[in-house]
């Protein structure tokens, strides 16, 4: 079952959400109980259930829950950058270039061929160079204006 099958009804049926964790509404063997956190944390971070033998990112799951299917071309931001904090709130639909906006790059480093540290950001999978500058905070701030310039999100 992928996820483009996964619907908000058979999700209503499995779990109850509070507080951005799924809980189980039924039991399964013996180790999940009504009531237990479905799920655990993955190798990258996320918090993932698996369901009919296929493992599903919780994150995607609470989004389908409390609106609809997800186009697979499309992803589910965590607002705050915490991939546990799977709260409604804290999610959105993006696309996967809006998704890398949310990122946490310094956006600069250092040249040492140049002695200067260089700024540079993304726009539409091309890499922008800022300029070189003679210390970390001026080639920060000129990433970080650039990033207010070209990463803006619109909400879908």
Known sequence: MGLQKMTKDLLHELFEYKNGNLLWKVSKARRIKVGDIAGSVNSNGYM??????????????????????????????????DRLDNCIDNLRLVTPQENSFNSKSRGYSWIKAKKKYVAQITIDRVQKTLGAFDNAEDARRAYLDAKEKYHRIELH
């Open 48 to 81: 993932q259930v698996q369901i009919n033998k296929k493992m599903f990112r919780v994150h995607r799951l609470v989004w389908i829950m409390h609106n609809e299917s997800i186009d697979e071309e499309l992803h589910i931001d965590h607002i705050n950058r």
